[in-house]
């Protein structure tokens, strides 16, 4: 647990918390400004600023969970779809520095914004992008 971290205290039971969902190793909440009815964060109990700090088991339980999770919003809530969004960074949006998923339950015409204007992939962009992005 990492100091001043209310996700860290959230997620071990020190603050009290809309809990759907808890196992050894992370707990799944409600969220306290919806953008669906539902709306549910994953927390790992362990602290991890996000994606990149995540160790890899842990990340490959997350979306595990995610899926047993959101199987159970949709079903229970009678949603008709489901966003899974994790944003890592100010830029991406993140504001609680302690890695989440959000489970964001999706009924028709719900108008919920969970979308961007799609752009254009030029040539010239495909190729730059191509030459730079190296995955170990
Ligand atoms: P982020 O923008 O970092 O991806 O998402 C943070 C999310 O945490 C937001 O959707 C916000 O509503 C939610 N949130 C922030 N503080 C609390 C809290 O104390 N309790 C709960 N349940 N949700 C919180
Ligand atoms: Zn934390």
Redo the contacts with the bound molecule.
């Keep these: 647990m990492e100091d001043n971290c209310?996700?860290c205290k959230?997620a071990n039971g020190e603050?009290p918390?809309?809990t759907v969902y808890e196992d050894a190793e992370f707990r799944a909440?409600?969220?306290?400004?919806?953008?669906s009815k539902g709306?549910t964060?994953i927390l790992p109990k362990t602290h991890a600023a996000n994606l990149f700090e995540l160790p890899e088991e842990t990340a490959r339980k997350a979306i595990l969970v995610a899926k047993k999770v959101g199987k159970a919003l949709v079903e229970g809530l009678d949603a008709d779809g489901l966003n899974v969004?994790?944003?890592n960074g100010a830029a991406?949006?993140?504001?609680?520095?302690h890695f989440?998923m959000?489970l964001i339950p999706r009924y028709d015409s719900d108008g919920a914004g969970v979308t961007w204007t799609p752009g254009n992939l030029s040539d010239e962009a495909k190729e730059e992008i191509l030459g730079r992005v190296k995955v170990d």
């Design positions: 209310i996700f959230i603050i918390s809309a909440i409600l969220d306290l400004g919806p953008a709306h964060l969004v994790q944003n991406a949006g993140q504001t609680v520095m989440h959000h």
